[in-house]
Structure formats: structure tokens, C-alpha cells
């Protein structure tokens, strides 16, 4: 049984997602997606063919970059739903000049209110060097606040690295 809300952190490249997808396909409940990546060139393109092929055809999934509070909603108690992830949502965002505490708080809101138990991958981006622009330090403070108001709110935390999932709260299923 599957915590009312798991945050699985990583770095890019570190199997979160993959190791995201098993938690949740382990469930044995109905699986919705959410996918908030936008795929603006080829090697995005690319990398969604990719995970679409990696999580199969026994998935609902919703395209939400912008919206997922709204797709939070439609989710049903008899379903489990993975976010993936909060920081292509943040940067969407960011982009789009929106008001970032103001969609942090509507998130974490939608989550507790979510019918269904929700597993949300996000990055965690503080353990490289100080970035060189204003934008990409904006971005990488907002994602640690983010980071940390979901861990706050979630009952199981999992740091995967290498593939590897170590607990950092909670206990692994």
C-alpha cells in the first residue's frame, strides 16, 4: 500500500523514473500518468518516445505541462498516479512567468486533496555548482523550496541513485 503521497528525488539520468514506474505498476491498481515534459526538439521528442515505450500501454496518461492541479482531480480513488515530473512543471512555469508560490501552494493543495495516492518524481538539482545566470539560480532555488514542501507533505521520500533507491523518510515498500 502505497503512502497518499511518495516523492522520489534524483538526478538526471539516475533511474528515478524507471524506479517510480515499478512502485507504482506494483500497486496492481489502475495507473495514471501524468506527464508534464513539453517536447520542444527531437532529443526531447526522443526521450518521451522513449519513456511511453518504458511504461507500456496499461497507462492512462494526461498531458499536463502547465495544468496539474486540474489532472489531480480527475484522478479516482481506484487509481494510483505518478507526476512526472514536478521539475519539468516548475520550469514550465518559470517560462511562463507565472506566479511560482502562488502554483506551489495550488499544487500541494491539489495533492492533499487527490482521491488517488500519488507518486511524484522530481530532480534534485542543489548538489552541482552555483549556476552562472539569474534565470538557472531563480530555477534552482525554487526547485529546492519545492523539493522541500513536497518531502515536508509526503509520508515516503526515496533518493534513487545509480537505480538504487534509498529511503530518506518513510519506509520502502
Not at 30 to 49: G, H, I, N, P, S
Not at 135 to 142: V, Y
Amino acid at each position: 500500500m502505497l503512502d497518499k503521497l511518495t516523492l522520489v528525488l534524483g538526478g538526471a539520468g539516475s533511474g528515478k523514473s524507471l524506479w517510480a514506474e515499478t512502485l507504482v505498476t506494483g500497486t496492481g491498481a489502475a495507473r495514471l500518468y501524468l506527464a508534464t515534459a513539453q517536447a520542444w526538439d527531437q532529443e526531447m521528442q526522443a526521450k518521451v518516445t522513449r519513456h511511453k515505450a518504458q511504461r507500456g500501454a496499461n497507462w492512462t496518461t494526461i498531458e499536463a505541462p502547465l495544468d496539474v492541479t486540474g489532472a489531480l482531480a480527475q484522478a479516482r480513488a481506484d487509481q494510483v498516479v505518478l507526476l512526472d515530473c514536478a521539475t519539468m512543471w516548475l520550469s514550465n512555469h518559470l517560462l511562463a512567468d507565472s506566479d511560482l508560490p502562488g502554483e506551489q501552494a495550488r499544487l500541494l493543495t491539489a495533492l492533499l486533496n487527490c482521491a488517488a495516492p500519488v507518486v511524484v518524481v522530481s530532480n534534485e538539482l542543489g548538489m552541482s555548482v552555483v549556476p552562472d545566470n539569474a534565470l538557472a539560480r531563480q530555477f534552482r532555488e525554487a526547485q529546492g523550496r519545492l523539493n522541500q514542501a513536497l518531502a515536508a507533505q509526503a509520508g515516503l521520500v526515496v533518493a534513487v541513485m545509480a537505480g538504487l533507491p534509498l529511503a530518506l523518510k518513510g519506509q520502502l515498500p
